[in-house]
């Protein structure tokens, strides 16, 4: 992906099948129940008004967030503003948010090879862990997911976090994790619905945006929006990145 062309996703007969089939194979259930109410933030890409803005929003809530990076971006221009670069993850990684890992050239898992989907994973991590960061759990780049991603994603981490909207319950499948979106104009009432079913619920959400700016992307959010939605869900939730969450319910 180029770091300024927005991304279409394939709508093609064989991509709706894939995607299907994705979801029956290679499942890790969650087992037990889900103590909750727990709520997630997190951020796909990393623009870096994301590791800004968006960080700062969490912290004066006394918070903090899942970063899902790709390290091939690093201070690139992008349709979602300039991205923030290794200094900035380590940076958050010390102030006690999460960086997590997507693939270092944001590339599809949905339609690469098994072999493509583990070069490009290991130079991430590679690029990552110059600066002092080990990661744990992935997400999807746009979502998108195989049988085969799955299988080889499988054997690297913790827990695979995919774009469709739901909320973890015992025996959702840990390998593709459901996550809503805050994004577009009616993103942040829509996340409010979602934090308001987990609470009620006492389940897990995961939610995620890209950028945190006034003149927020189609797939982002105003810095305002998202200070009144970590309120919402800190009223009435435990708030904490997704590997927190899934230590304190003794999955991973």
Not at 58 to 64: I, Q, S, V
Not at 186 to 206: C, S
Not at 210 to 215: F, L, N
Not at 216 to 242: E, I, K, M, N, Q
Request: proline share 6%.
């Amino acid at each position: 992906m180029s770091a300024l062309e927005p991304y279409s996703p394939d709508r093609s007969l064989k991509g709706k099948l894939r995607r299907r089939w994705a979801r029956a194979v290679h499942r890790r259930p969650i087992g037990g129940a889900i103590d909750g109410p727990l709520i997630s933030f997190s951020f796909d890409d990393s623009p870096r008004s994301a590791a800004t803005a968006g960080a700062q929003i969490l912290e004066a809530h006394g918070k903090r967030g899942t970063y899902y990076v790709c390290a091939g971006l690093d201070g690139k221009p992008g349709h979602m503003g300039d991205y923030a670069d290794r200094r900035d993850y380590a940076d958050l990684s010390v102030r006690g948010h999460e960086i997590a890992c997507h693939t270092f050239s944001h590339l599809d898992c949905g339609k690469a090879s098994e072999p493509d989907i583990d070069r490009d994973v290991d130079r991430n991590i590679e690029a990552l862990s110059e600066v002092g960061i080990t990661t744990r759990h992935f997400a999807y780049p746009y979502g998108d997911v195989s049988p085969g991603a799955k299988r080889v994603l499988n054997r690297r981490f913790g827990s695979l976090r995919a774009l469709h909207p739901g909320l973890v319950t015992p025996g959702t499948d840990l390998n593709q994790l459901p996550a809503v979106g805050i994004e577009g104009p009616e993103g942040e009432r829509r996340a409010a619905g979602w934090i308001d079913r987990a609470i009620r619920q006492r389940v897990w959400l995961i939610l995620y945006t890209h950028d945190v700016r006034e003149t927020a992307s189609d797939w982002g959010c105003t810095p305002d929006a998202f200070d009144r939605l970590v309120r919402r869900a800190s009223a009435g939730a435990h708030v904490a990145p997704v590997g927190t969450v899934l230590g304190r319910l003794g999955i991973v």
